[in-house]
């Protein structure tokens, strides 16, 4: 396989995760968000009194809600960059 090839096919796969990535960090999101909800609906079906709903939500879904957002940041920032580089650097050969 000559170089250009072999560049040729890194980046592609490059370009895969990359994508992968994106819509790892979407699902993510979206786990965030569907945590909140569904304990909300708990709570709105009476299935946990408002003591421990604020309670819950404090000590729990905040601080991995969090978490998440933190990953998700990372990645963002820090993979997707990383990532974006490599592929530049293998589209300038």
């Known amino acids: 396989m000559s170089k250009q090839t072999s560049f040729a096919y890194q980046k592609q ?6 994508h992968y990535l994106l819509s790892f960090n979407d699902e993510l999101n979206n786990i965030v968000s569907q945590y909140e909800n569904q304990l909300h609906n708990f709570y709105e079906q ?5 003591e421990v709903y604020e309670e819950y ?5 905040n601080p991995t809600q969090q978490k998440i957002r933190e990953l998700t940041s990372r990645i963002e920032s820090e993979d997707l960059a990383f990532i974006d580089k490599e592929i530049d650097f293998l589209s300038s050969r």
């Open 13 to 18: 796969l490059l370009e895969e995760f990359k």
């Open 46 to 50: 009476e299935g946990m009194m408002e």
């Open 57 to 61: 939500k404090e000590i729990y879904l």
